[in-house]
């Protein structure tokens, strides 16, 4: 059994690793261990605040679990969208699409980190995009087949869900957020995702099918 470390940022991927994704991980001889993203280290209290805020903390985070000899693997679910400033890869961004973006980034990440077990993987542009992907799910969900023909539309547009664009207006979040004010990420996206499947959130995200088949690979 694989052991592999997940630094996720908040209680949503969370859930996403432990309910959707580690049932197939299993199936592949996989174990996913989610660790939530410190943004804070006060003395004497708890470290469970999730969240992103400077790279030198997430590289912190990185570099504790890579001191655990018998993780396998050590990756990221952190959103691109949110990803801090003065992460590597961003100050110098490359020219193109989404997806050669996000690769420049999470190349230059693992080039900092600079260790064989460590999978670099940023979200486009955040989870909600797999709720985007997930549009007729959301809809059923709610008993409102407006909501998907609102957010598929838009999806369409795109050009698929990971190519919704990362303003702050008009991030995957914040249309669904305004298609549907009463949407409650932590529970309403994850149930949606899990309502579509994950053969099916592959194959219409193929930035997260290249990530989740690379931690498949074998050794």
Request: charged fraction near 20%; hydrophobic fraction near 40%; proline fraction near 7%.
């Amino acid at each position: 059994m694989k052991l592999v470390h997940v630094l996720v940022e908040g209680q949503t991927e969370e859930q996403l690793v432990v309910s959707f994704f580690q049932p197939e991980a299993l199936s592949n001889g996989i174990w996913l261990n989610p660790v939530m993203l410190k943004t804070r280290r006060p003395v004497g209290r708890p470290h469970d605040r999730g969240g992103v805020s400077r790279w030198a903390m997430i590289h912190a985070d990185i570099r504790r679990l890579l001191r655990d000899s018998s993780a396998h693997t050590v990756t990221t679910l952190l959103d691109f969208y949110g990803i801090p400033s003065d992460t590597p890869g961003v100050s110098d961004q490359v020219p193109g699409d989404a997806y050669a973006r996000v690769t420049h980034v999470e190349q230059a990440m693992g080039k900092e980190v600079n260790d064989s077990r460590f999978l670099p993987f940023l979200s486009l542009h955040e989870t909600e995009a797999w709720v985007l992907a997930a549009a007729d799910e959301l809809a059923a969900l709610y008993g409102r087949p407006e909501l998907a023909e609102n957010l598929n539309a838009q999806v369409r547009d795109a050009g698929g869900p990971e190519l919704v664009n990362d303003s702050p207006h008009t991030a995957p979040s914040k249309r669904i957020q305004t298609a549907y004010p009463a949407y409650r990420k932590v529970t309403d996206g994850p149930h949606a995702i899990s309502m579509l499947g994950l053969d099916a959130l592959r194959n219409a995200c193929p930035h997260l099918d290249a990530w989740l088949s690379l931690l498949e690979a074998p050794v």
